[in-house]
């Protein structure tokens, strides 16, 4: 099988811009995951109704999510209706993932991924999947621009969550007291974290492995996850004084 081509820091760093641009503004996410709600799309006037916004604040971030293409238009005359016809805006079904990578959603090697990580003692598992993740979110911080260069928490903190948006997680950041969190309202991992707990751990070891090369050591905690029942995944660090 031909290896593919390596994907670049300003590619890499193009993309993350691009996807945190879309996802950034906080209605926006909350738009783009309720028409994800709907397989038959949304149309402004519903968003308006649901979320409670004017129907032309709507319309501005589905146009805006459907310039991006991650929503697509839909357009439908109603029947006996005049005036101008509807549009509905579907999700794509492509997931939000880099153009020349991201993660690879094989739902074959998750699932047998889950499979092997059930067979150790959880303890085991969940040390082995979080070195992973550490591995991983070193070679994901060396692609970000000025990598090489250490960053306050609060900036490392940007950085891996927009690294993670870019990665399939639309993630952001929350800060209550000294922990801040890093929220994804999204699993790039599917039904696997669902089976097997333990993946959240890769999680909890890419945002340690990117905070520990962008800003220093820390002790991320898995707060709450999917695979326990949650609405989002959330990783807390304390702040360091």
């Known amino acids: 099988m031909p290896s593919e081509a390596p994907f670049s820091a300003d590619d890499f760093t193009s993309s993350v811009s691009a996807i945190t641009s879309a996802f950034g503004d906080p209605t926006r996410r909350r738009i783009y995951l309720l028409a ?7 149309t402004a006037s519903e968003v308006a109704s649901s979320l409670g916004l004017h129907a032309n604040v709507a319309r501005h971030h589905l146009d805006k999510l459907a310039g991006g293409g ?12 005049a005036g101008r016809p509807s549009k509905r805006y579907v999700a794509s079904a492509s997931p939000v993932a880099l153009d020349g990578g991201g993660v690879r959603r094989d739902e074959l090697v998750l699932a047998l991924l889950g499979r ?3 067979l150790l003692p ?3 598992a969940e040390a082995m999947a979080e070195e992973v993740g550490i591995d991983y979110g070193r070679r994901m911080a060396r692609s970000l621009a000025g990598g090489d260069a250490q960053r306050s928490f609060r900036s490392a903190l940007g950085a891996v969550a927009d690294a993670l948006t870019a990665h399939g997680f639309a993630a952001h ?4 007291g000294d922990v801040v969190s890093i929220v994804a309202e999204h ?5 696997a974290s669902v089976v097997s707990p333990v993946v959240c751990a890769l999680d909890r070891g890419m945002v340690k492995g990117m905070l520990g090369a962008l800003y220093g ?3 991320p905690e898995t707060e709450r996850s999917r695979a326990l029942g949650d ?3 959330v990783t807390g660090v304390r702040v360091s004084l």
Request: net charge negative; with cysteine.
């Open 231 to 233: 609405d989002t995944c």
């Open 36 to 42: 994800h709600e709907h397989a038959e799309g949304v």
């Open 70 to 81: 991650y929503l697509s238009v839909e357009t439908a005359r109603q029947t006996g209706a």
């Open 217 to 219: 050591d820390t002790s």
């Open 173 to 176: 950041t929350e800060a209550r």
């Open 116 to 118: 092997a990580l059930e």
């Open 187 to 191: 699993c790039p991992f599917g039904g």
């Open 122 to 124: 959880r303890e085991q």
